[in-house]
């Protein structure tokens, strides 16, 4: 086998094992859908799906009866488009400039999210002499992307309307996940104007936490992503995702350090009393955060990452490196721990919610590092 060609990562040789339970993916999506009433549910797999793998997740979904996808690229589309040739694909990031033809080849529609894009894609469709299908993005409160307000309601006067098809008016919450935030009906009410506006074109505002609203703001399509890889979308109630990724890392060797002793890089943790240490085959270059370390003396530290080492849970000793993350495992009996045992770094209790909060970030950010060192294993859903 020549060095350039890809080999699989067996899993006895892998640093890190992460499952991804296909079974639980379907499940949260058809959770999504029943949610959104008479709304057509699509699938957010921007990002690699969330870091799941767009190869596996879009079949999976697709099988499942999803027809509408949403990536953030148009190479992500381009990788969709392959596994799912019948499938509606939007780019959420807009029309690159002189990428028009792109689109046209494989059937994909970009998201206009302002007037140059729009003018663009206007003008290649008149050059083409056909009607290709877009949505337009309008910008209710995220100040991001999208058209202004003002010029979404100036839009039924717009003669390009005619040059192209518009397929979706779409917009994107600011804070859904915020029951009580009045920016939430603020940009209800400016979509539904813009709504109105453009009469017969189908809708989209609500994320995975918009589609929970109590005002249910579905209209015709609605656009899941975080909770459909187990994220939650209602933080303060209880999840009703099911999880979906699992990480677990290898221990690959085992030591004691004495009382005093300075742990990891610039010796930012210190033992009190003898400690025994666990190395994991698992680093910053596997997409784990840095800012998961572990500062200070032992039992007294600002403690941020955890383990869970047979049953139980095990703080970080020091700073996470590049391919290193060691655990201070004294509490777990000597005989439950060894080298070459699979620890716990996300799953049961250290859900991605939970893991992005110790780390100081969001489980957005843990699943969308998920790294390529990794053995990938999936649970197949069952139709």
Known sequence: MKASQARFIADAEAGSLLHIDLGALVSNWRFMRDRAGDAEASAVVKADAYGTGIETTV???????????FVAHLSEAVRARTVAPEATIYVLNGLPPGTCEVYREFELRPVLGSLDEFEEWAAFCRAQGQKLKAAVHFDTGMHRLGLTVAQGLNLKNDSRLKDFEPALLMSHFASAEERDNPL????????????????????????????????????????????LYGGNPTPDQANPMRPVVSLQSRIIQLRTVEEGEGVGYNSRWTARGKRRLATLSIGYADGYPRSASSIGVSGEATTRGMAIVADRLCPFAGTVSMDLIIVDVTDVPEN?????????????ELTIDEVGRRAGTIGYEILTSLGRRYARTHREAEF
């Open 59 to 69: 079949p999976a979904l697709y099988r499942a009866g999803c027809r509408t996808f």
């Open 184 to 227: 939430n009906r603020r940009q209800i009410e400016a979509f539904s104007a813009i709504r109105q506006s453009l009469p017969g074109i189908p809708c989209s505002l609500a994320n995975s936490s918009g589609i929970l609203r109590e005002e249910k703001p579905h209209f015709e399509l609605v656009r899941p992503g975080y909770a």
């Open 336 to 348: 439950d721990v060894k080298r070459g045992d699979l620890v716990t770094l996300i799953g049961g």
